[in-house]
């Protein structure tokens, strides 16, 4: 079955603009996270969603929000763009919630959005 | 989440096991030890977990120290394709309880020809 699709795989945006990252879990996924990873922090939680509700979020600011939607595809969005938001963006989905209900625990990667701010 | 300790870098010799090591001295008993690897620019993979026997699928064997402070990661013949950044987690599955994943440094393993 298709694997964790995430688009665009590559963007250039500016400072002080947003941007919009889209995720496309397995099919029966119904949990998705996304992490951070830059080469000075490693990779970071950001947020999960599980059935269209934010369930878990991780140490970012507000200007770091995402959403899901009934079909289970999730966006993130990154208003206010600094040089530091330059980073690879990854989506992961799983069969469990973080929180539990189900499943082996195991998370399935995209390949990430790698974002670069100037 | 317990914390998990991991060299950060090992070389292996191609053809030869690669043991990799970590360290979750801090580990509960309703927690599991999981595996990730990324290769260069790509996504993190799920290699393998266990929780307190040791576990082996068509990728590796997972040991567990049978006071589970400890595991080792064992490839049992190591390709070039291997040489990632290799990830030991732990953390609770199916608990109702919200975790988070949390990834360490990881180990850089090298698969020398």
């Known amino acids: 079955k298709a694997g964790v699709t995430q688009t665009p795989r590559y963007l250039i945006k500016t400072r002080g603009q947003q941007v919009t990252l889209s995720c496309s879990p397995i099919?029966?996924?119904?949990?998705v996270s996304w992490y951070q990873q830059t080469p000075g922090q490693g990779l970071q939680f950001l947020f999960e969603?599980?059935?269209?509700?934010?369930?878990n979020k991780g140490n970012f600011p507000g200007r770091f929000s995402g959403r899901q939607f009934s079909n289970s595809r999730s966006e993130m969005n990154v208003s206010t763009l600094e040089l530091g938001d330059s980073a690879l963006y990854l989506c992961?989905?799983?069969?469990?919630?973080?929180?539990?209900?189900?499943?082996?625990?195991?998370?399935?990667f995209g390949e990430g959005s790698r974002l670069t701010v100037l | 989440d317990a914390k998990t300790t991991q060299p950060p870098s090992m070389d292996c010799a191609e053809g030869r096991a690669a043991n990799l090591p970590c360290n979750h001295s801090?580990?509960?008993?309703?927690?599991?030890v999981y595996w990730y690897r990324q290769i260069h620019s790509q996504g993190p993979q799920y290699i393998i977990h266990?929780?307190?026997n040791n576990e082996t699928n068509e990728m590796a064997s997972l040991i567990i120290t049978e006071d589970r402070k400890s595991s080792t990661l064992i490839l049992p013949h190591a390709t070039l394709r291997d040489t990632a950044v290799y990830y030991c987690?732990?953390?609770?599955?199916?608990?109702?309880?919200?975790?988070?994943?949390?990834f360490g440094s990881g180990t850089q393993l090298t698969v020398l020809p």
């Open positions: 992961a989905s799983s069969l469990e919630g973080l929180a539990g209900g189900g499943g082996t625990g195991e998370l399935f």
């Open positions: 099919s029966g996924h119904r949990s």
């Open positions: 969603y599980f059935s269209e509700t934010q369930r």
């Open positions: 801090t580990i509960s008993g309703n927690e599991y």
């Open positions: 266990g929780l307190k």
């Open positions: 987690i732990v953390r609770v599955v199916g608990s109702g309880s919200a975790r988070q994943l949390t």
